[in-house]
């Protein structure tokens, strides 16, 4: 039997007086890393998670921590 394996990730503000956390799984991190890099830098992509990046330093404002594989 074979398994796949997920990884569960936060993306948060390292300027902690930006509220709010982002949880995601994915069973391919570092594809799912670089989604969200190029997503959080394209202008058409407006839902909260990327308007909230770019309102606040964008991506190289925030930080991915792996909770669990």
Not at 7 to 31: A, H, Q, R, W
Not at 41 to 63: F, H, V
Request: proline letters at 1%; glycine letters at 6%.
């Amino acid at each position: 039997m074979e398994y796949t394996i997920y990884t569960i990730y936060t993306l948060t503000c390292k300027d902690e007086t930006v509220p709010g956390i982002y949880v995601g799984s994915t069973n391919n991190f570092s594809m799912m890393k670089h989604q969200h890099k190029s997503d959080s830098k394209n202008e058409t992509k407006t839902n909260k998670l990327y308007n909230t990046i770019r309102a606040n330093g964008g991506i190289s404002n925030w930080k991915f921590v792996v909770l669990e594989i």
